[in-house]
């Protein structure tokens, strides 16, 4: 194994390099809710050979900006990001995908059965996401933001209304968990979003929208969980200790 990448966790790897989050992706390794484990685990894990995953790592070019390496980002430019790219495209994608599925239900589900079960699974996700979002809109980054804008502010001055924050980013990280489990049973269900060989062009245009989200979803949360959360419990240390 690399020396590089020995002592570090998958999320860390990709915090750095957010194109390694790629390579994981192709060997199947969960970097965004298994981000917290050591290289060799994750890779037992997906049962990938850690050689070929540090081979396609090393095989990355050098990168041509330090701009894109999150971990250097103020947090209020880190939720804006979120906010923009990740949160405004499930917004956008979900009513697109439901009604997709509605309509291939409605058309394929007499010879595909298994299309009612995605479509509840679906609708399910997408209510817990609006929700989950909201949380985090309105409770989580405000206090982030407050955090990171004021990082000498003492801790009893800073009205908090779910003591540290540490207890929201644990209801938000087992949400993660929750909406990746629904879509990896959604990626089982439709064999890896395989549209299959009687199936319309909406049938296709739904299965990559549906990977398309999946894809988006664990970029959204690694940078939560691996990026944005550790940053906030290190400002509110911080100000603690101010
Ligand atoms: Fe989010
Ligand atoms: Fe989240």
């Given at each position: 194994m690399n020396e590089r990448f020995e002592q570090v966790t998958v999320g860390d790897i990709v915090a750095a390099d957010f194109r390694t989050g790629a390579v994981f992706e192709r060997f199947g390794i969960d970097f965004c809710c298994g981000g917290r484990r050591s290289l060799p685990d994750a890779c037992r894990e997906a049962s990938a050979d850690p050689a070929e995953v540090v081979r396609a790592l090393d095989a990355l070019p050098p990168r041509a900006t330090s701009d894109d390496d999150v971990t250097r980002w103020p947090v209020d430019r880190l939720i804006d990001h979120i906010l923009t790219r990740h949160h405004a495209y499930v917004r956008s994608a979900l009513p697109s995908i439901a009604r997709h599925l509605a309509k291939l239900h409605e058309v394929h589900g007499a010879r595909h059965p298994e299309l009612a079960r995605i479509a509840t699974v679906f609708e399910q996700v997408s209510g817990e996401l609006e929700q989950h979002m909201f949380k985090e809109e309105q409770i989580l980054f405000p206090y982030v933001r407050d955090l990171g804008r004021h990082?000498?502010?003492?801790c009893g001055v800073r009205i908090s209304p779910?003591?540290?924050v540490e207890n929201p980013i644990r209801m938000m990280e087992r949400e993660h968990r929750e909406a990746a489990d629904e879509l990896r049973l959604i990626r089982e269900l439709t064999s890896g979003y395989m549209p299959p060989a009687d199936g319309c062009t909406t049938y296709s245009v739904c299965m990559a929208e549906l990977a398309e989200f999946e894809r988006d979803l664990h970029c959204h949360v690694h940078l939560e969980n691996n990026v944005l959360f550790p940053k906030a419990v290190e400002l509110e240390n911080q100000a603690a200790g101010g």
């Open positions: 990082p000498d502010q003492a779910f003591g540290t």
